[in-house]
């Protein structure tokens, strides 16, 4: 398998700015959030389960996710989280290995946004970098993208799991608090060892 670094980090973190930045350079990306966005569109591999499991109002008049409603439910009730996650969770993970597996690129970037919460995909990584910035600027930065109040934005925030969790499992972290030249910089530099673990991990691989 390629050498696999995952991404993760909180809303608003940058994970989707740093991943970019790394796919420019050339490695490839799987994104476990386009993933899901694909299994919840109209004709998606997830909604027959969706509205079994919760009804058809789950989905909108195209036939893809209501994901206002779902929202709701999944922040009013903890069961319909479960359900949810226990629906999608192994879908996503079943496309993320196959389109890792697939990849033909020096190292493959796995942008896994819950990596705490999921507990999974940690078994083909050879690397975890976390994208961090301060709660303030991920609230700030989302509410800006999205449209949603600062309430909203808080109680996703607060639904995820904190900071410190996060960079526990860090390997590689990169503080995206400043402006683009800061970030292109300090990913420029990880990009040049992950290349360099590549190889070495190739090489390794050839003489077992």
């Not at 670094?5 to 608003?12: D, E, F, K, P, Q």
């Not at 109002?57 to 999944?74: P, S, T």
Request: charge should be neutral.
């Amino acid at each position: 398998m390629s050498y696999v670094v995952i991404i993760t980090g909180g809303i608003g973190s940058g994970k989707t700015a740093v991943s970019d930045l790394l796919q420019a350079r050339g490695a490839a990306v799987v994104d476990t959030d386009v993933i899901s966005r694909g299994l919840t569109t109209p004709g998606g591999a997830a909604i027959p389960a969706l509205v079994a499991r919760f009804g058809a109002d789950v989905a909108d008049a195209d036939g893809g996710l209501n994901r206002d409603r779902m929202r709701r439910l999944v922040f009013d009730d903890p069961e319909a989280k479960d359900a949810l996650e226990a629906i999608l969770h192994p879908m996503i993970q079943l496309e993320a290995y196959r389109q890792v597996s697939a990849a033909a690129a020096p190292y493959v970037v796995l942008v896994v946004p819950l990596l705490v919460e999921s507990n999974a995909y940690r078994d083909i990584a050879d690397r975890v970098l976390v994208v961090d910035c301060p709660e303030s600027v991920q609230i700030e930065r989302t509410m800006r993208r999205s449209g949603l109040t600062r309430s909203q934005v808080e109680r996703i925030v607060q639904a995820q799991a904190p900071r410190s969790a996060r960079l526990s499992l860090a390997d590689d972290v990169i503080v995206n608090d400043a402006g683009l030249d800061e970030l292109s910089a300090a990913v420029e530099r990880l990009h040049a060892r992950y290349l360099a673990w590549a190889v070495d991990k190739r090489r390794g691989a050839a003489k077992s």
